[in-house]
């Protein structure tokens, strides 16, 4: 694989959070960025949400290209950038930052890559009725993104725990800042899960359920799974959970995790420098 | 040649100054850790001296292992830091940078790296009286950490110009600091220079002069180079300049400022992380 050339040219991508060190983020940019010939690596940062301040600075002063976020400095680091993308400000979370001209802005790329993998597979998001599963991190970025690409209307479904009602609140907000109907649901109401998916167009799981090592577990039953529905997954271990494998079986358009993966951080990318990351390359040689 | 495989453990070390992106650093500190099998690698960051604060603040909350900092930033940065070396301090002026449990500490490897390469050359320098051309940013810190060496005497000749005054002020804080006897002579008389020389253990070029393209260029006259004498120079292009053949002609020892380089960027890894670089490998395929 082709490997980066440093030299006292070469540009830097960092990735801040903790812990960081077990992520795959560095070696896949860092390989991406060889391949398409660009003078940039891109090294993890361990960084608290204390330091994120710091680091920040550091990062515009020192010329960084930019950098990604991950927990749990998410949902603190927007308070020390320049400038937020409507998808940031409305999800109160970064997972990517540009540096231009000296200011950092933020955006959030968590959503727009899983639906830019519904997109390439096919699907239509705009006017789609959509039944999402989960509202936590992945879910609400999801959630947030559908609403500002305009989807007729979203069901969501979460569980009734302490965090019911922020969720609610969340739901009302980027219902009430996107236009966009928004409703949410008792994870535990399979019925009311059932008709809202025969009702949807896509249908979509943003909990961890059927992740490794528990590939039994599936959010839907095969009942909810009806002609002309598009399945998304934000698992991708396995690569075809069984929730996918289902919907495989009987005929639907099945998007695995991975492809969110790979778009978010194709995505991030184009954000920071315009680049243009090649996913069979990336998929090839890191997700084999 | 040995290339980084960039992982998430992957750690940092910074080059800060301005302008830096000519630097061969970068390459070479990078190439050296793979070499070593160590996870390290190196890149540089154009900043200048108001930046440098935030710099440095960033790198110790990002982690690095450490930085060198080059013209115009060496005289500043000092004061951003939470420690400085014994020749930090009396040279004023701070070339590498080592981040330990979160604190910066300042260390000067100029004048270090010269010296260690005169003594692996087998040149005495406890006791050595020198003559010293030249007191600008590498003659001040060579004169710096000879007398921290305890040498016997050094006779400096620099230029009468505006900076003589300084000069002076500089030679006497570290005469009295060290406790070594140091005396500024102008630059302009040779027979000064040529007594001082005949009286002499070691003499050394920290001028520009001889450097390409202007190689014939010398500092000294033939009959300044007795029997007995170690020539040192701080020019590495030409490999040999006309100093070090001269002296080399008359079957002296002759350091050239190559090994200065490569002694200096080998007391920079092992201040970092205690790294022993391979400084053959790097002559090999830097310098060739």
Same mark, same amino acid.
């Given at each position: 694989m082709e490997q980066p050339n440093i030299t006292g040219h070469t540009k830097l991508i960092g990735l801040l959070g903790h812990p960081v060190d077990h992520s795959m983020s560095p070696a896949m940019h860092t390989a991406s960025y060889a391949h398409l010939g660009e003078d940039i690596v891109y090294l993890s940062f361990d960084v608290e949400p204390e330091g994120l301040k710091t680091a920040v600075d550091g990062m515009k002063v020192m010329g960084f290209v930019g950098a990604n976020v991950t927990m749990p400095c998410k949902t603190f680091v927007g308070q020390y950038l320049d400038e937020l993308t409507p998808a940031a400000e409305l999800m109160g979370a970064v997972n990517t930052v540009a540096i231009r001209d000296g200011k950092a802005i933020g955006h959030n790329t968590d959503g727009a890559g899983f639906v830019k993998n519904l997109e390439l597979n #096919?699907?239509?998001?705009? #006017?789609a009725h959509v039944t999402l599963i989960g509202c936590g991190g992945a879910g609400s970025a999801i959630m947030t993104q559908l609403a500002l690409d305009k989807v007729a209307k979203i069901d969501v479904f979460n569980a009734k725990d302490q965090f019911w009602d922020a969720t609610l609140d969340r739901v009302a907000k980027v219902a009430e800042k996107t236009g966009t109907p928004i409703e949410l649901h008792d994870l535990a109401d399979k019925d009311d899960m059932k008709a809202c998916a025969l009702a949807s167009t896509i249908f979509i799981n943003a909990t961890p359920v059927g992740m490794a090592p528990n590939?039994? #577990?599936? &959010?839907?039953?095969?009942?909810?799974?009806?002609?002309g529905l598009a399945v998304g997954d934000? &698992?991708?271990?396995?690569?075809?959970?069984k929730l996918i494998k289902m919907a495989k079986a009987k005929g639907l358009t099945a998007c695995g995790g991975l492809g969110m993966l790979l778009q978010q951080a194709a995505l991030g990318e184009e954000f920071w420098n315009g680049a243009k990351m090649d996913t069979k390359f990336i998929e090839e040689n890191f997700y084999n």
């Open positions: #096919g699907v239509t998001i705009k #006017g590939t039994d #577990g599936c &959010v839907a039953t095969e009942d909810m799974l009806h002609e934000t &698992v991708y271990n396995p690569r075809e959970t």
